[in-house]
Nanobody
């Protein structure tokens, strides 16, 4: 069983930065790709970023490309999401997830384990 715990959310002004962390339990972390998703009120959960386990390649939604950076520390079983130049439209609950099925990194159905989420609020 894998448990994921996010932290680092909060309230920030537009243009500011935050770094989210996701700590994972279990010994399979280093062999799994990880992703970040977000869900705003009244909207569907959407893909934000992912990082592969095999080669460390990263993938981003167009809306965050150039502003967000995903990284991982396998020794610490932790994945990070550095967010810069934040916009009010980035306001959402952010979830980390562990990918367990092959396929598109942006498909939430391919992630079997999810954290509880952390709120990010960007004020204008």
């Amino acid at each position: 069983q894998v448990q994921l715990v996010e932290s680092g959310g909060g309230l920030v002004q537009a243009g500011g930065s935050l770094r989210l962390s996701c700590a994972a339990s279990g010994r399979t972390f280093s062999t799994k790709s990880m992703g970040w998703f977000r869900q705003a009120p009244g909207k569907e959960r959407e893909f934000v970023a992912a990082i592969s386990s095999s080669d460390g390649n990263t993938y981003y939604a167009d809306s965050v490309k150039g502003r967000f950076t995903i990284s991982r520390d396998d020794a610490q079983n932790t994945v990070y999401l550095q967010m810069k130049s934040l916009k009010p439209e980035d306001t959402a609950v952010y979830y980390c997830a562990l990918k367990t099925y092959s396929g598109s990194y942006s498909n939430p159905r391919l992630y079997a384990y999810w954290g509880q989420g952390t709120q990010v609020t960007v004020s204008s």
